[in-house]
């Protein structure tokens, strides 16, 4: 057991509610809850007989109006690996790990078109669906900073180096594609793939830099020895 880091965890779980609460504030401040538009892109989902060609067929999608984002709860953030900085021994660094959770489902609207094209025929239906991630959870890495003197140990700062976001369970439902119905699976694994991949990515680009600003708000705190 490390005493100094036990103390600086127990400053920081102490802090906890109050962070919790600024940064889900900060999420809604800057319009990432609702948030307008998360992902779009444009991929190939197969090919249909149009009689003139073989005609491929492309889905041009949108993910938006997403709610829930600012329901983030830090659960913990606990610091290891505390030594002595080797740039002012006066001061110690270490290791940061963060593990944090949603208290609600993420909702997203799925919009956009399917279209093919062979010479002047360009059939088009438009998409209109949902998306609902549950279980989302994000974990993180980085770094702390603290000072001590013979009566109080301060912790300076907090720095999280990257991001990992990740969920139990995603649905999406895409509503009739007329002509194209038979490329509905295709297109649903598009989006499913974009969650996986873009739009995780986003959402961990997204609360990153609002977990930084908030904690580091807050900072330095002091804790008599």
């Known amino acids: ?17 109050q962070i919790n609460s600024a940064i ?5 401040n800057n319009n990432l809850d609702p948030w307008g538009q998360v992902a779009h892109g444009s991929e190939g989902i197969g090919s249909i007989d149009l009689i003139l060609c073989d005609a ?22 606990t ?63 980085g770094f702390f900073s603290a000072s001590q003197t013979d009566d109080a140990i301060c912790l300076d700062s907090i720095s999280m180096s990257n ?6 369970e995603l649905s999406v439902h895409v509503d009739s594609l007329g002509v194209f119905g038979f490329l509905l699976d295709p297109l649903v694994n598009v989006i499913v793939g974009a969650f996986k991949g873009q739009i995780t990515g986003a959402i961990a680009s997204a609360l990153k830099p609002a977990v930084n600003s ?12």
Request: glycine share 8%; hydrophobic share 40%; net charge negative.
């Open 1 to 17: 057991m490390n005493p100094i880091e036990d103390l600086l965890n127990q400053m920081i779980a102490g802090m906890l509610p």
């Open 56 to 77: 491929s067929v492309g889905a041009n999608y949108n993910v938006g109006n997403m709610r829930g984002l600012s329901s983030i709860t830090i659960n913990s953030i």
């Open 163 to 168: 991001m990992d976001v990740d969920y139990s």
């Open 214 to 225: 908030e904690v580091n708000k807050m900072l330095p705190q002091c804790q008599s020895l």
């Open 24 to 28: 889900q504030q900060n999420i809604r």
């Open 79 to 141: 610091v290891s690996n505390t030594q002595d900085d080797p740039q002012d021994p006066a001061k110690l660094v270490g290791n940061i790990s963060v593990v944090a959770s949603m208290a609600q489902n993420l909702d997203a609207a799925l919009w956009g078109n399917v279209e093919a094209k062979c010479g002047f025929a360009h059939p088009s239906v438009s998409i209109d669906g949902s998306a609902t991630v549950s279980g989302l959870r994000a974990s993180a890495t």
